[in-house]
């Protein structure tokens, strides 16, 4: 059974850092990766889809990466700002026809200025 | 593109009645899916539907809850009776083929 893991549960930065949040999945045979945003009593919001082809993808200042063979993702954030704070999601599909998603259980990001 | 519509966004109810979840998915995804979201446990698949059949119902909690989907563009959520650890926010989502997973914005579920 696929599960995510995501460390650390929590972290706080000041505006301006870079900074990199952790996905970890224990079955590698996935199809897909997917970060989400989350703001406090909000929707999950799409941030980047990675295709198990690929090895990262980017949108503005986030990169997420891909590995696999050794089942981790990271989603990189540049130039930090207070509005990036939220709750980060990871979500894996498995690699079979018509599979869901599972997700982690985030990390909470708070940047300060 | 309205996004992933659902209704009620919140609902307080007592215990032992029933509670019926809406969800409309976007026009043309192919696949719905119902999520719940505690604390506790994080975000759970309770079912989902590829072209409106059921695929996985292995994480409906109990046969308290019950899911349907009559066509593509409807899919409902009931538990019935209710009991206060039903209490969290339920989520549905769509996709098309192996594309983005899209989510609504959730109903928030109090069971008194």
């Known amino acids: 059974k696929q599960e995510v893991t995501q460390i650390p549960a929590a972290l706080s930065v000041p505006e301006g850092e870079n900074l990199v949040l952790n996905c970890s999945f224990t079955?590698?045979?996935?199809?897909?990766l997917q970060w989400f945003r989350q703001d406090p009593g909000k929707g999950l919001t799409s941030l980047l889809l990675?295709?198990?082809?690929?090895r990262e993808q980017t949108s503005g200042r986030l990169n997420a990466s891909l590995d696999k063979s050794s089942g981790r993702s990271t989603l990189y954030i540049a130039a930090s700002q207070p509005g990036d704070s939220a709750t980060y999601l990871c979500?894996?599909?498995?690699?079979?026809?018509?599979?869901?998603?599972?997700f982690g259980k985030g990390t909470t990001l708070s940047v300060s200025s | 593109d309205a996004g992933v519509i659902q209704s009620p966004r919140h609902e307080v109810t007592e215990m032992g009645q029933e509670v019926t979840l809406r969800c409309k998915p976007i026009?043309?995804?192919?696949?719905l899916f119902w999520y719940r979201q505690t604390m506790m446990r994080g975000l759970e698949l309770l079912i989902y539907?590829?072209?409106?059949?059921?695929?996985?119902d292995s994480g409906m909690p109990e046969d308290r809850f019950s899911a349907k989907m009559p066509n593509a563009s409807f899919s409902t959520l009931k538990i019935q009776p209710s009991e206060p650890r039903d209490s969290a926010v339920y989520f549905c989502?769509?996709?098309?083929?192996?594309?983005?997973?899209?989510f609504g914005p959730g109903t928030r579920l109090t069971v008194l």
């Open positions: 989502a769509s996709r098309i083929l192996a594309n983005e997973q899209f």
């Open positions: 079955d590698s045979a996935i199809y897909n």
């Open positions: 990675i295709q198990s082809s690929q």
């Open positions: 979500a894996v599909r498995s690699n079979q026809a018509g599979t869901a998603l599972i």
């Open positions: 026009s043309g995804h192919n696949s």
């Open positions: 539907f590829n072209n409106n059949v059921p695929i996985d």
